[in-house]
């Protein structure tokens, strides 16, 4: 009898379990930007900054890819972030750039 009243609670314990990860890319991107592209690009609009802000950024070349996002790290300006952004990060870094815009 116990076990039939807790079993459904168990399987929405289980079910959400399955969903978090599901919700977490956007921020994971966004934690990936912080550290691996906020030293440069201001995340925030700012026409002013000498480096465009990845908001900028993000308005005028969005949507981007993972493939273009690595390419683009491969670039020379670009060597330490791309030292900071491992392969899984490039899905949601660019999930987060195409938020941006
Ligand atoms: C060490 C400083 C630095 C870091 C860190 C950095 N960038 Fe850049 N980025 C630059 C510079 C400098 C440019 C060239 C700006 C220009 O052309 O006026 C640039 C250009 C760009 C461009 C435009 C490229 C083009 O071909 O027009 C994009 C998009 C970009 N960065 C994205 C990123 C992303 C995403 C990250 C983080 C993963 C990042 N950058 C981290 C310095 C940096």
């Known amino acids: 009898m116990k076990h039939d009243i807790r079993k459904p609670w168990l399987m929405a314990i289980v079910a959400l379990g399955l969903l978090t990860p ?6 994971d991107g966004a934690a990936v930007a912080g550290n691996a592209c906020a030293m440069c690009h201001q995340l925030t609009p700012d026409g002013d900054s000498a480096v465009p802000s990845l908001f900028d950024l993000a308005a005028e070349h969005a949507p981007f890819s993972a493939e273009q996002l690595q390419s683009l790290l491969q670039q020379p300006q670009h060597a330490v ?8 990060d490039l899905q949601p870094l660019s999930d987060y750039l195409n938020e941006l815009e």
């Open 22 to 27: 599901a919700l977490l890319p956007a921020q």
């Open 81 to 88: 972030a791309n030292s900071m952004v491992s392969e899984g």
